[in-house]
């Protein structure tokens, strides 16, 4: 199998390349087109500012290539929020996979800390790709690693929430896009599973 990770202008995407080898898997990061569209599973990482990284991926046409891609496409963080409408972080419009605005947290109370950091429980889990936790009661969902100071609302798209300030999707689903905001590649052994259970999907 082949795996093809965006490269653009985003933080943190080797954790993501060095989690695929921990699995005995050697991806290929690149912002070649043709080389991310013929592999079989291509995931879309990493943190940094939304206006920045927009701008870098139209500069390469990576954005109406990520909209035609047909293989299975994992978004990680940042790479969730790109795949969505638009984001206040830079009032950027993004890809537009999910028609949805990605929004900036507003403190409501004064232990309310921005960016949101550390681990937090997943709940409500649709799809494959949280497989393991099918029909567990809720107090077997999985914690996930997360920082970010923006965030996905629910919408029909929703296959995971979160909570926060307010509840929120940590994972959304569209055809063959599937996205996280949380980082698996940093979630231990809960985390392995989903990117797992991402390589392992039907197309």
Same mark, same amino acid.
């Given at each position: &199998?082949?795996?093809?990770?965006?490269?653009?202008?985003?933080?943190?995407?080797?954790?993501?390349?060095?989690?695929?080898?921990? &699995?005995?898997?050697?991806?290929?990061?690149? !912002?070649?087109?043709? +080389?991310?569209?013929?592999?079989?599973?291509?995931?879309?990482?990493?943190?940094? =500012?939304?206006?920045?990284?927009?701008?870098?991926?139209?500069?390469?046409?990576?954005?109406?290539?990520?909209? =035609?891609?047909?293989?299975?496409?994992?978004?990680?963080?940042?790479?969730?929020?790109?795949?969505?409408?638009?984001?206040?972080?830079?009032?950027?419009?993004?890809?537009? +996979?999910?028609?949805? !605005?990605?929004?900036?947290?507003?403190?409501?109370?004064?232990?309310?800390? +921005?960016?949101? &950091?550390?681990?937090?429980?997943?709940?409500?889990?649709?799809?494959?790709?949280?497989?393991?936790?099918?029909?567990?009661?809720?107090?077997? &969902?999985?914690?996930?690693?997360?920082?970010?100071?923006?965030?996905?609302?629910?919408?029909?798209?929703?296959?995971?929430?979160?909570?926060? +300030?307010?509840?929120? =999707?940590?994972?959304?689903?569209?055809?063959?896009?599937?996205?996280?905001?949380?980082?698996?590649?940093?979630?231990?052994?809960?985390?392995?599973?989903?990117?797992?259970?991402?390589?392992?999907?039907? !197309?």
């Amino acid at each position: &199998m082949e795996v093809a990770i965006i490269k653009y202008n985003a933080g943190n995407i080797f954790s993501v390349v060095n989690a695929l080898r921990r &699995m005995d898997i050697e991806p290929v990061l690149t !912002d070649d087109r043709e +080389i991310i569209s013929r592999a079989d599973r291509i995931i879309f990482p990493g943190q940094g =500012s939304a206006e920045t990284t927009m701008r870098y991926i139209r500069e390469h046409h990576l954005d109406d290539l990520i909209r =035609s891609l047909q293989q299975p496409v994992l978004g990680i963080c940042v790479g969730q929020q790109l795949l969505c409408r638009h984001s206040e972080e830079g009032n950027v419009d993004c890809i537009g +996979i999910f028609d949805v !605005d990605v929004k900036r947290f507003q403190p409501s109370r004064r232990e309310d800390k +921005i960016p949101a &950091m550390g681990w937090n429980q997943i709940r409500d889990l649709k799809s494959d790709l949280f497989k393991q936790w099918k029909g567990r009661p809720d107090g077997d &969902m999985p914690y996930a690693y997360f920082i970010h100071s923006y965030y996905v609302p629910r919408c029909k798209w929703t296959i995971a929430e979160a909570d926060y +300030i307010l509840p929120y =999707s940590a994972a959304l689903k569209r055809d063959n896009f599937y996205a996280v905001q949380f980082h698996p590649e940093k979630s231990g052994r809960d985390g392995e599973h989903i990117i797992r259970n991402f390589l392992d999907l039907k !197309d």
